[in-house]
């Protein structure tokens, strides 16, 4: 059992609230979310915290915890971290303030911090600056956000604290759950690499976002992100797109910042999805672990609503997305399944008052085209339309036809009260919805994307094998008279050549001629 695996599934938590202001709200979301293990308040001046019995010290417990919160003043946390680590708690939470984001004074507590970590082999500390996290499944909130955010497949990691409680109550209005929430504040020990790592192995998470400002370890985040991409989708969020935002990041976390076009670059090579829109985290998310991946960027578009479809259209075109141009056969059995009034050629529109079979025959012939990549369902609330009808329809349709023929299926329902019943008809079969076109195609685009990025993936070979014949007594014969011309200057370009070639390592052909009537000839 790894130590985050104790972090986020653990048995007994141990809470050093310090002066119980943050640590009093900690312990009462642990209490209100309902977790079933045990909690251990740590205090010695008081008999109880919110009714739950204190303790001492970390060191007298009756049994060892799986992980410690740390709640209290900045300059008492290395203190903290060295009593949890001689007591052998293999994990900690820092989830104080005041530390390299307050300047010096504050990097040098990081600085202590960091090398009693270093001490302790085996010890991860997640923080400081952190909210803490959240494993909607267990019942655990053993963070500062007051909601428990419902259980889903999707995993968030964010870097920014203050952004966390608004995501978790957008994302309840949403109807998104999460598997685990992190919040990996200034990243002193973990990072997105780790989580990356962790997460990418349980079973409860389809999917990771990420809301970074900066990254740690670019190494371990790029193997551990291009390891994860090929099974499950990473969506970012890079927030300090441009140096005045930058610099704001950097003052919020104290972390470095980087050329964003490295971040751009990186991502792609690693498989991971980039939005530039918060509005499109979920979105985009549910999409990438709901749906599946389209074979090119051709887009067919079926709805009641024109000037919508039009809207798409120029989304679509202009983010690099292509219209699909419907094959005769399909244009011929849209004719004869549908009114002379509707158009059949793409987008197809059904007529606003059209009924839930005319959706349900129309995606079910323009989803066989070969030439279709993926298909966009636009619903308009009308007043003699029936949304929920609309809605098993289309289900029904994705059901039978759809997932066999291996392309995704986006819906923009747009209305507000009376179309919203649908909603959860289209939700309950793995349909994410979405409340514009604009939306929607941003989110076939981000599929587009993501499977472009996973073919560069695997254009990189897993394993290179290499085999090196040449013996060192060889190598010492041929290399020796080389070195010895070279004396102790460098080496000019036609040793430099013999000497890659002695390796085996391919060279071009050259040879070294002293008059220009030689190079000539």
């Known amino acids: 059992m790894t130590t985050l695996h104790r972090i986020f599934k653990p048995h007994r938590i141990a809470l050093l609230g310090g002066n119980w202001r943050l640590g009093a709200i900690v312990l009462k979301n642990l209490l209100d979310a309902g977790f079933q293990g045990t909690i251990y308040p740590i205090d010695a001046h008081r008999e109880s915290v919110n009714g739950v019995p204190t303790h001492v010290s970390v060191d ?6 799986d992980v410690a919160l740390i709640c209290t003043p900045a300059n008492q946390v290395p203190n903290d971290v060295e009593i949890c680590a001689r007591a052998g708690i293999p994990g900690i939470v820092i989830l104080s303030e005041g530390f390299r984001e ?15 970590t270093r001490r302790f082999p085996g010890l991860r500390v997640i923080g400081p600056n952190s909210l803490g996290f959240i494993v909607p499944r267990l019942h655990l909130n053993a963070s500062h956000a007051a909601t428990l955010p419902a259980p889903g497949r999707l995993a968030f990691i964010s870097e920014s604290r203050a952004l966390c409680s608004p995501v978790i109550d957008w994302a309840a209005q949403a109807g998104v759950g999460f598997s685990c929430f992190v919040s990996v504040g200034n990243m002193l020990d973990v990072g997105f690499g780790d989580l990356i790592d962790y997460l990418g192995a349980d079973p409860n998470t389809r999917a990771i976002i990420l809301y970074l ?20 989708p990473i969506v970012a969020y890079k927030a300090g797109r441009f140096v005045e935002s930058a610099r704001v990041a950097a003052s919020h976390t104290g972390a470095m910042v980087a050329e964003d076009a490295v971040y751009d670059a990186a991502f792609e090579r690693a498989g991971i999805v980039r939005v530039t829109e918060l509005n499109d985290v979920f979105d985009v998310a549910e999409v990438l672990a709901s749906q599946r991946i389209p074979k090119g960027p051709r887009l067919a578009i079926v709805g009641n609503a024109g000037g919508p479809a039009i809207i798409a259209t120029d989304v679509l075109l202009a983010r690099g997305g292509a219209l699909t141009v419907l094959n005769p056969s399909t244009i011929e059995r849209l004719g004869g399944a549908l009114p002379p009034a509707c158009s059949y050629t793409n987008p197809v529109d059904l007529q606003d008052s059209a009924p839930p079979e005319r959706f349900a025959d129309a995606l079910r012939i323009v989803i066989g085209d070969a030439d279709v990549d993926g298909v966009l369902v636009i619903f308009a609330i009308q007043a003699d339309t029936d949304p ?10 994705v059901a039978n036809v ?18 919203k019943t649908g909603i959860p008809i289209l939700k309950e079969a793995g349909l994410p919805t979405h409340a514009s076109p604009e939306q929607a195609v941003r989110a076939f685009l981000h599929l587009v994307s993501y499977a472009r990025n996973i073919e560069t993936l695997y254009q990189t070979p897993r394993d290179i094998p290499i085999r090196f014949e040449c013996s ?10 080389l070195l010895q011309k070279a004396g102790d200057d460098a080496l000019n370009e036609y040793q430099a050549k013999s000497f890659l070639n002695a390796y085996g390592i391919p060279v071009t052909d050259s040879c070294v001629v002293h008059t220009r009537e030689a190079a000539v000839s």
């Open 213 to 232: 400002q900066s990254v740690e370890n670019a190494r371990h985040f790029m193997s551990a992100a291009s390891a994860f991409a090929r099974r499950k």
């Open 60 to 65: 007298v417990l009756p049994f060892p915890p």
């Open 472 to 481: 060192r007594i060889e190598l010492r014969k041929r290399l020796a008279p």
């Open 102 to 116: 307050c300047g010096t004074q504050g990097k040098n507590l990081e600085h202590r911090i960091a090398e009693i």
């Open 402 to 419: 759809a997932r066999g023929a291996g392309k995704p299926v986006l819906v923009a329902w747009m209305g507000g009260v009376k179309a």
């Open 388 to 397: 929920e009808a609309i809605a098993k329809a289309i289900t029904k349709t």
